[in-house]
């Protein structure tokens, strides 16, 4: 279980990450999709401890992830498959994370075997594709029999067969009960790896969902609403995760959500409206907050 | 907020096997993990290898120079008030720079690399690692001296044994400067720890290192300036020199007291790792 509260980052004056609101289940995978340089990584290395939010909460398994006794029972992370020491062998890699907990050797050869490293494991980290680098991410992440796992485009650089395999190692995961929370930029990637979806853009949440209400949602397009109490409108819908332009100050395009939705926002926090229409419509539709 | 799934599915008894319940970081552990780090690195055995040859080689040299020294009549009498052991330890101070770079190297490779990472999601109490990579670096520090020492022992023996200068063993003189050279060593090695653990980067450290070690007290004694002279005296290097002596450079003034030079050296030691392990906590990795 991941739970992050109004999680936002920034870099200097630069916002990573914007008020991000979510909840990651156990028991599925969740696609974290969004574009190069929406804030995937980010959000990720927030949830790990590894950066400080500016502000905001997130929780792992019910705490924040420095406050667990044993952090790699809790959470496994693959950040960056690249970031090991070109200068040490897979196997050493893995040893000096199982040291710190514990963990037997017998375990960090199982993971080995599990990635099918077997063949490299005291072959130096330097010379690895990247395909294999991210079997050794892989192998690292699974080294504490996590209850959550954390992968950070676990697929690029690999072979057709290896994405498979992920394909297939994530589903078993989350079928024991555990939660797994993946990125990805593609969405081809996403809808046959996911059952949820969590979609980024520059920082900010712009869908949530299962893969086909996202889907779904994309399709049916942007809704243009005109209120004279535009801003409030607004503020009252990204609450409510959508994402929100606005070409001028009463009018807002909204996506990611249904004009019946977007109605029964306004009514609940009596907004008048003058205009509602949505756009690009297709016939099934529906909300997905 | 948004949910994704209503109905988590309640499969927890799949996610915790009761065989790795004791399974989490202790400093033990981290100790451990921090010693395979650092001898699976072939830059640790550059580091230590070269650390012993220079020592022991510029050993050597000074101790063929004697020579030259008695052929001149206004050193010969010098060499009277030499002790063996100093020749031995002639070589320390460009041991003190590869120990340094070994130092910067401990943590900045981590963090070119991202391993650091890796190391912060194991161990997100941060702070227990840099303890552990202090203790890894005193423990290779020791072991290299020890090394070192014996060896420049075994190969000035020839020299000196000509100007009767080898080394008892069982003059406490000889051990006072093998003990400083050990401990300013340690404290060189440390500094240097600290200042990456700061800086994060290899090359700013290891200059900081070499500029603060080596090349201040180098250029700064050409200048004759009282504070100038003073503030020399607290670098590391001429701070040491009292510690690597059998006592008669002690009056020659220049030198801070025995004293004086454990507590310098042990704060070039401290301060710069207690500033880090403070920013450790509050930095992103």
Redesign the interface.
């Given at each position: 279980m991941i739970e992050a509260h109004e999680l936002t980052k920034r870099y200097g004056d630069k916002t990573a990450v914007h008020t991000l609101s979510f909840t990651i289940a156990p028991g599925t995978v969740t696609g974290f999709l969004g574009p190069n340089g929406a804030g995937k990584s980010t959000t990720m290395r927030l949830i790990m401890g590894l950066d400080r939010p500016t502000s905001g909460t997130v929780l792992v398994n019910g705490k924040p992830y420095g406050q667990h006794r044993s952090p790699l029972r809790e959470v496994g992370a693959l950040l960056d498959a690249k970031a090991v020491h070109p200068g040490r062998s897979a196997r050493s890699h893995l040893r000096t994370m199982a040291a710190t907990h514990h963990i037997k050797a017998s375990r960090v050869s199982e993971v080995i075997e599990m990635t099918g490293l077997a063949g490299a494991a005291t072959k130096r980290v330097g010379g690895f594709s990247l395909g294999m680098s991210q079997r050794l991410g892989i192998a690292a992440a699974l080294l504490g029999d996590p209850r959550t796992l954390i992968l950070d485009e676990p697929v690029n650089g690999l072979d057709p067969e290896g994405v498979q395999w992920v394909r297939q190692l994530v589903r078993d995961l989350a079928a024991e009960g555990r939660t797994v929370f993946l990125s990805s930029h593609l969405m081809s990637e996403m809808s046959q790896t996911a059952d949820q979806l969590l979609v980024i853009g520059r920082g900010h949440i712009i869908a949530t969902g299962s893969v086909q209400q996202v889907i779904d949602s994309v399709a049916s397009g942007a809704v243009r609403v005109r209120s004279p109490r535009a801003d409030e409108l607004a503020a009252a819908l990204t609450a409510d995760g959508v994402t929100i332009t606005s070409p001028d100050a009463s009018m807002l395009e909204v996506s990611g959500t249904t004009a019946e939705h977007v109605g029964q926002v306004a009514f609940r926090n009596g907004l008048p409206l003058y205009e509602l229409s949505p756009r690009g419509a297709s016939s099934k539709r529906r909300t997905c907050s | 907020?948004?949910?994704?799934?209503d109905n988590?599915?309640?499969?927890?008894?799949?996610?915790?096997?009761p065989a790795?319940a004791?399974?989490?970081?202790?400093f033990p552990?981290?100790l451990?993990?921090?010693?395979?780090?650092v001898l699976?690195?072939?830059?640790t055995w550059w580091a230590l290898a070269s650390t012993a040859a220079v020592i022991t080689l510029v050993a050597l040299a000074s101790a063929m120079s004697l020579s030259a020294t008695t052929d001149d009549p206004a050193l010969a009498q010098g060499i009277e008030q030499m002790h063996g052991a100093e020749v031995i330890a002639g070589g320390f101070h460009f041991g003190m720079l590869t120990i340094a770079v070994l130092g910067a190297l401990l943590i900045t490779?981590?963090y070119a690399?991202?391993?650091i990472?890796?190391?912060?999601?194991?161990?997100?109490?941060r702070t227990p690692v840099l303890g552990a990579k202090a203790l890894v670096l005193i423990v290779l520090t020791a072991a290299v001296t020890l090394v070192s020492a014996t060896l420049s022992y075994l190969v000035t023996m020839l020299q000196l044994s000509q100007y009767d200068l080898v080394p008892a063993l069982d003059d406490p003189g000889t051990w006072r400067v093998l003990g400083g050279t050990l401990y300013s060593l340690i404290a060189a090695a440390l500094f240097s720890l600290g200042i990456a653990t700061l800086l994060r980067s290899t090359a700013a450290s290891v200059t900081v290192a070499l500029t603060v070690l080596l090349l201040l007290p180098g250029t700064l004694s050409f200048i004759r300036l009282d504070w100038v002279e003073t503030i020399v005296s607290y670098l590391p290097l001429p701070a040491s020199s009292a510690l690597l002596t059998t006592g008669a450079a002690e009056t020659q003034g220049v030198y801070l007291s025995t004293q004086a030079s454990l507590i310098v050296l042990a704060a070039y030691a401290v301060v710069p790792l207690a500033a880090a392990a403070i920013t450790l906590h509050?930095r992103?990795?």
């Open positions: - | 907020m948004s949910t994704l799934t988590p599915p309640m499969t927890a008894h799949a996610t915790n096997p790795a004791q399974v989490h970081p202790t552990g981290i451990r993990g921090e010693w395979i780090k699976s690195l072939r830059s490779g981590e690399t991202g391993t990472r890796s190391t912060f999601a194991a161990v997100p109490s509050r992103d990795a």
